[in-house]
């Protein structure tokens, strides 16, 4: 096959692949440029996020159990005092994630929330769960101490670390 080409058709196919060139340059600069836009955004709320739980993490890694009921930290308190600021950092970086991981964020939300008690949602507030005591039962007249206000108090420590760490961890930078 024989082109016979002039000048001026080598120009305009050159001058053709330099705006395809351009477009596709320019294209894939925007996409670049928005795909770190939107990390920055996800980075920033994932701060704002993890920054709402500061002190309460620190207060829980802190806790221990005291001698008497007062002198104890309480969960189901620290959690309720806290919960409409988290409740909204929650709201703000949820928009930041994908449709898997905000169900995901929802189910640990939830979780930290109700615990067992999900299903009863609509009939008692938040953090029921988070409540400890000792126990005790009756065995030939005595009483047996099943667990004590320790042990309950730190099963209730375990378990808040874990629901915190586990919405936390939807908040690591990218």
């Known amino acids: 096959m024989n ?11 050159a001058g ?9 340059g320019n294209w894939v600069g925007h996409r670049f440029t928005e795909s770190r836009d939107r990390r920055k955004e996800f980075n920033d709320a994932a701060t704002e996020f993890r920054r709402e739980f500061t002190e309460m993490v ?9 001698t008497r009921r007062f002198e104890t930290t309480c969960f189901f308190q620290l959690f309720t005092s806290t919960y409409n600021t ?14 898997k991981d905000q169900e995901k964020i929802e189910k640990a939300w939830e979780d930290h929330c109700w615990g067992d008690y999900i299903d009863e949602k609509e009939s008692h507030g938040p953090f029921l769960h988070y409540h400890y005591e000792s126990e005790v039962e009756m065995r030939d007249g005595e009483p047996h101490t099943i667990k004590t206000l320790e042990e309950a108090f730190n099963e209730t420590k375990q378990l808040a670390t874990e ?4 919405l936390l961890s939807f908040a690591k930078p990218k």
Do not use: C, D, M
């Open 16 to 24: 053709g692949f330099g705006i395809i060139r351009a477009l596709l």
């Open 163 to 166: 629901n915190v760490e586990r």
């Open 86 to 99: 988290q409740y909204n950092a929650l709201l703000h970086f949820k928009a930041h994630l994908n449709k």
């Open 3 to 13: 082109f016979n080409l002039t000048g001026y058709e080598l120009a305009l196919i």
């Open 58 to 66: 620190k207060t829980i890694r802190e806790s221990h159990p005291g």
